[in-house]
């Protein structure tokens, strides 16, 4: 397997790692101060106008909850994921309504969108017929030959990149069963890459998932240094939001981390905004990408003398307005609170009754404790 330098700078993209004695010895500095990740080398592809692979950054990616056969409703929930910063979109096609239905959605949308099918060869040939820019489709799941290479053909025509996806819970029931679970989901994607790999097809995408986090990290793991393929990652059914971000963060924080996943999906029992906001965090935390500011709040202790988490939670939605990438420190005393407010763009230091206001790392002034919000927030706005 080859690897990249990631930087924690995401417009900092790669150079390939040297085989000298100092680049090595960079890399190891780097790598004990923590500041980088080593991505895995993956052939870039093209989706729409968005890159995937290669030296893009890490995209963002979610799945629209709407009836697809509905195309008002799946139209307004893809503009309201646009606005969270969603990059890539995808659509389940249950029937040929919803394929048909895909012309139009595509019109009105700007991000990339991705048709999921499965089995029906003719529902993969009128998504691509309607302009979309992604399949999601397993090969070996379409019984004759001729029908894949079908698609493959109307694929490959229109330079539309195929995601391979294999989902634990449907493994096929003739796999080797000596093989561990992630070998054998890794042994099941490679089927369907061969078949498309013999149609001389290789705009491909690969995900292996799994609910359970070791399952799915060792699978990636196994697959990884055996295809050039981009990596799309994440954790399959983890649950409602409360469960579901924790176990996908640390699924997706492990294979990130290892330098393993070119594109991402939160996947959530609930609105897929919220699926787009976790994973931005995920990135966020790992210096992976910028996206939107980021709040540094004290979890408050017995040295806390103003009311702090409600302070905390009201910054948090203000937030939710701005989209420039910027940190924002709420502390509660002067312990540990104004060497975090001075490492923010804005910040407040509280003491009792009080707060010290910090702005790029000085101090600008003390503000009463019924201030701190306004004040917070007109610091904000002027920066
Ligand atoms: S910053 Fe101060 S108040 Fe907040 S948790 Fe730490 S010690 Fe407690």
Redo the contacts with the bound molecule.
């Keep these: 397997m080859d690897f990249h330098l990631l930087s924690a700078d995401p417009k900092q993209v790669q150079s390939p790692v040297g085989t000298c004695i100092s680049c090595l010895c960079i890399l190891l500095f780097n790598l004990m101060a923590k500041e980088i990740v080593i991505r895995r080398i993956s052939k870039m592809i093209q989706l729409g106008s968005v890159t995937v692979g290669g030296s893009a950054p890490i995209r963002v990616q979610s799945m629209t909850k709407t009836d697809t056969r509905n195309p008002r409703a799946t139209i307004e929930q893809i503009h309201e994921l646009e606005e969270c910063g969603c990059e890539i979109i995808r659509c389940a096609v249950p029937d040929m309504e919803a394929a048909q239905a895909l012309k139009v959605i595509k019109k009105w949308v700007r991000i990339p969108l991705v048709a999921d099918i499965h089995f029906d060869y003719r529902l993969a040939l009128t998504a691509l017929e309607s302009g979309v820019d992604g399949l999601r489709l397993n090969p070996g799941n379409i019984s004759d030959p001729e029908k894949v290479a079908a698609v493959v053909k109307a694929a490959q025509e229109r330079l539309v990149p195929i995601r391979i996806g294999v989902n634990f819970g449907s493994l096929p029931k003739d796999l080797n069963p000596r093989l561990s679970i992630p070998q054998q989901m890794t042994e099941a994607a490679m089927r369907h890459i061969r078949i498309l790999e013999d149609l001389n097809f290789d705009l491909i995408k690969v995900s292996l998932k799994a609910f359970d986090v070791p399952t799915t990290v060792q699978a990636y793991q196994e697959i990884a240094g055996k295809i050039p393929y981009p990596l799309h990652i994440g954790i399959t059914e983890s649950g409602t939001p409360r469960q579901g971000m924790i176990r996908s963060a640390a699924g997706i924080g492990i294979l990130l981390y290892q330098g393993l996943g070119d594109t991402l999906r939160v996947s959530l029992t609930g609105h897929p905004r919220d699926e787009v906001y976790a994973a931005y965090e995920i990135l966020k935390s790992l210096n992976l990408r910028e996206h939107g500011p980021s709040l540094v709040s ?7 003398e103003v009311d ?1 988490v409600p302070l905390a939670g009201a910054v948090e939605q203000y937030l939710t307005k701005i989209k420039k990438p910027l940190k924002v420190a709420v ?3 002067v ?3 104004p060497g ?1 407010a001075r490492d923010a763009d804005i910040g407040v230091a509280c003491g009792k009754g009080k707060a010290v206001l910090f702005k790029k790392g000085q101090p600008l002034r003390t503000i009463e404790e019924s201030d701190i919000l306004s004040e917070l927030m007109r610091e904000i706005d002027n920066l």
């Design positions: 004290c979890p408050t202790c017995g040295r806390t702090l502390m509660g005393c312990v540990n609170g975090e």
